[in-house]
């Protein structure tokens, strides 16, 4: 039968599969102990590399009769498999969140594929059989993924069909073979009626993105595997066990590594019992090695079967759930499969993404929104990450109309409609089938953002039917007809004061947030509220950010330039633009400046502080603090005055106090102590000495003063010494400007312009160094972040841009006005704020005789205005004051409301590096608590900021002002430039985080309103 699938089939829900083997366990076998040593079957061969390939635009124009032996496909494209076709030049790559990639083109309905634009990519390879097969041998074609359906056709004839792109398909074909070169055929479409269910926030690619296998079944065969683990209450005694399917005339023996061969125990069953267990959890990671032998009829070996085996129990015990009998909190994320060659990806890269994720603290994942690759699995396994696996289900578009009233709940897909069942059962039991053993899988979740009813009702019961573990879903949050789909109550995005207040009156079942802090851009914010709600409300039981990395395309710009491209830049409609970079890594996986808050939010083990005291909590499950390193340093600025080790030993769940290594000193100034937590040994994931806590205290000692408690983790004042004052100033007032001379600086301000305009310090006879490319003034904007696009701030605050961009001098009176203040010169501009009727801002500037300016900014705003982005003066110096040195929180950036993971101590920075990549050019950089600053030049000449003692600054140093990044859309937009811009600020407002479509930064992250006062100072250095 040479059967081409087409449109018809294509649109019809009910034909998902065709030919199609059913699903199994992922285990892989060999012919020898030997070769399941080294990894390698020959009972396998990888089919990646190099086949043909013809691209058409839809099946109407694709090749017919490719699949015959005779057709001659030797002037088709070479490509690579595994591969999105986009990334290879054939149709373009489209970034879609809600909207279905089609909406807008052709009319469709529900189940409908595309007809006019629908690309087709029909591959060809050929294989060589060197001998023909035993008796009673198979020989399977495995695909580990096709998007979104592929047809199988093997020397002419056709073997199958198959839907579900993130699931393997399996085909036989023994019937078809021949001895010599054999012709594989597969085409794959892009869009099926299966797309309907695959509306995930992600690229929309197509063809063979994972491996491609050929592997030989001997006549004795293990089909199917399925590992149990029964703990009794005491957790001191494991039952082990394995149900064991084959096929052939078969005997399978199993021998458990260290424990020994486990005994028949019913039919097809295996079992062990396992004394004082070593249990498997995220902290201790422990999996025995099982492994099964096939015997054939005449006890000849045929196969070997390593199986990793973890034992856990995982329960919901006293209305909560526990592993190994204590509850859990998932510091979890959601990971996408996506990298370098979108969702193409390899072992290596995933388990380098895995150690990140481990030195970052967290100890969960949830497969969003479709099964992952399965070695994924077997590394959460060995690493130790608490999995919910994700069926690939979400028809966010149908959701997303039906929750705005544009189409009704009975138009719900899959919803209570009978002809999607069977398709979205198949979905949920291909996955359990191949990813049952893992014991880093705690949940199934029934897909993602599909509303509810009875089908995915089903599917709840189908998992419930297999296995034991808990169903996880959160669409019934919004469809509640069927609440018994899901055992715990799952919600997006929902503040941690209303989870707190939800669960004040329902108690029924544990909560997660299976998604929230929507990482997108500069974000990340307050994030630490949730996490202190899960230790506190036991109900509570974690969450998991969105997301892991941002997806991204690599583009070149046109001057030659790569960026990383979102949504619309391969020229694809509709999009989503930049919604797609939500990540806590960038693109590459290379850390964005938001993973030390996740580290420190995530952190097992929290220090305070108190007085000659340090109490150490431990908020793991099973580690005592004892198995880490406790290191206590003492710092003055950048010096060092001690460092000691602290023997803590306090168990989990406990908290202990222990006596500082050291005296406080008694000398005046400003002390950080900072205690950290590391690995005392090689890890799998981290080298001895990595640091996987840390918190800082930091003390102020006053002259004359007894030692103060210090504020946790939030710097107190700088004690600033004055300098030795210079000879009296010079004060020149002339008609267009006023000028303020001293030994070694000049100082001018414009009565034109209305601001500072020049400071030039060093020796006068070289005419001194201008430090100053622009007039000196206030700014109250910056270019918004995403979130602060989502919930419309630059259309409700653009008055604050026009003030800062437009402002101009109260033309009443001499502008400036100027007094002589003892032995210096003030000097006073009044700025009316355009767009803000009847709002002022005052700059006055307080010139001292050894050039210093104290600098005072006051906002008096007047009537209702609107929310404050920021209070910060701009002030642009040279470009080739590159370097950046501050005394304050870093190194990287942070703000006000996501500064838990910086500490505070002397940094140093190219300025050229202070812009983070996010995919758009936003708000970023910045810093909190700078006592001083300078930026320097190469001979170390610049500026030198510090703050009004008592009072840290916020401090952005970049190339660029705020207007020029707000113009860019990719950071190659951004113009050469051959300045530096300084924005000491008195408050940023927070970045938020909550989600990015609506959510403000909380209110005590926000500008107060009424009148502000900023003080700082700036200086030149030599």
Known sequence: MNRIIGDEQLSDPTFFAQGRLPAHSDHRWYASEAEAARGQSSYETCLDGVWKLAYSANLATAPEGFERDDVDVSAWDDVPVPAHIQMLGYDRPQYANTQYPWDGHENLEPGQAPKDFNPVASYVRTFFLERGLDDGERLVLRLEGAESCVSVWLNGTYVGYSEDSFTPSEFDLTPHLRVGPNRLALRVVKWCSGSWLED?????????????????????????????????????????????????????????????????????????????????????????????????????????????????????EDGVFTINGQRIVFRGVNRHEFGEQGRVMTRERTEADLIALKRANVNAIRTSHYPNNSFLYELCDHYGFYVIDEANLETHSMWDQILHGQLELADSIPGDQPQWREAVLDRARSMYERDKNHPSILMWSCGNESYGGDNIAAMADLFRELDSRPVHYEGVHWDSRRPETTDVVSQMYTPASKVEEYLASNRSKPMILCEYAHAMGNSFGAVGHYMDLAEREPLFQGAFIWDFADQAIRLTAPDGTPYWGYGGDCGEAPHDGDFCGNGIFY????????????????????????????????????????????????????????????????????????????????????????????????????????????????????????????????????????????????????????????????????????????????????????????????????????????YSGPFEEGAWLLASRFSRPVRQGIIPAVSREGDAVEVTFVYELAGLAGSTCTMRYRVEPDGTLAMTQVLDSVGEVPDLPEMSTLIEVPGDLSTLTWYGEGPHECYVDRRGGARLGVWTSQVSEELPGYLTPQESGSHTGVRWARVTDARGRGLELRCESGSPMELSVLPWTPFEIDNARHSWELPATDRTVLRPALMRRGVGGDDSWGSRPHPEYRLPSGRLKFRFSLRGVM
């Open 200 to 316: 995930q926030d992600f690229y929309r690619f197509s063809g063979l993105f994972r491996s491609v296998y050929l592997r030989r079944l001997p006549a004795a065969h293990l089909t199917d595997l399925r590992t149990s683990v029964h703990l009794t209450s005491d957790l001191r005694t494991a039952r082990v066990s394995v149900r064991t399917t084959v096929e052939g005339t078969a005997t399978v023996t199993a021998v458990l590594d260290g424990v020994g061969e486990l005994q028949p125990d019913g039919e097809g069953i295996l079992s062990i019992e396992v004394d004082r267990p070593r249990l498997w959890s995220a902290e201790d990671s422990q999996l025995y090695d099982l492994t099964l032998k096939v015997w054939d009829a005449e006890g000849r070996l045929s196969e070997v079967v390593p199986q990793k085996v973890g034992i856990r129990r995982f329960a919901l």
């Open 587 to 790: 693109a590459d996986h290379t850390p964005s400046p938001k993973l030390p808050e996740v580290a420190h939010v995530y952190q097992g083990l929290h220090a305070q502080v108190d007085g000659s005291q340090v109490t150490v909590t431990n908020r793991y499950l099973f580690t005592g603090s004892g198995a880490f390193e406790c290191r206590v340093n003492l710092a003055r600025e950048e010096r060092e005055l001690a460092d000691a080790v602290v023997d803590t030993q306090v168990p989990p769940g406990g908290s202990g106090t222990f006596e500082l290594p050291f005296d406080l000193p008694e000398q005046p100034g400003e002390y950080a102590i900072t205690v950290s937590f590391r690995l005392r040994e090689d890890s799998s994931w981290a080298p001895a000495g990595h640091e996987v806590a840390w918190d800082q205290a930091v003390v102020e000692v006053a002259p004359d003063a007894v030692v103060d408690s210090p504020a946790q983790a939030r710097p107190g004042p700088l004690i600033i010494v004055n300098q030795p004052r210079s000879r009296a100033l010079t004060l020149v007032e002339g008609g267009h400007n006023v000028g303020v001379h001293g030994d070694g600086f000049d100082v001018l301000f414009s009565r034109i312009t209305g601001a500072l305009t020049s400071y030039r310090f060093g020796r006068r006879r070289d005419g001194g160094h201008e430090l100053l490319k622009a007039p000196v003034m206030p700014c109250f904007w910056h270019a918004p972040t995403a979130n602060e696009r989502g």
